[in-house]
């Protein structure tokens, strides 16, 4: 705790800047890899059932433009964090 005070007593704003850093690049690399267990699991399913390939190449595409969005709020949230 006082570890943490004295940390934002010494940097001020420039520790709230290293925290949006970090938290745009969780949010980042928890998208990609959500991604890309979407994609693989896809291409897994399409190779044991081609005939529905239209089905799920559409259902993967809708999941991973809601991934992105998230991820994309949160990287939106961290420069409010860091400009605001």
Do not use: H, Y
């Amino acid at each position: 705790m006082f570890l943490t005070v004295f940390l934002q007593a010494v940097m001020g704003a420039s520790l709230a800047k290293v925290g949006a850093a970090f938290a745009a690049s969780v949010a980042v690399i928890g998208a990609s890899w959500g991604i890309s267990r979407i994609g693989s699991t896809a291409l897994e399913s399409m190779a044991r059932q081609p005939e529905a390939a239209g089905d799920i190449r559409s259902g993967m595409v809708l999941a991973a433009a809601l991934i992105e969005g998230v991820a994309m709020f949160a990287v939106v949230v961290c420069f409010l964090v860091l400009f605001v």
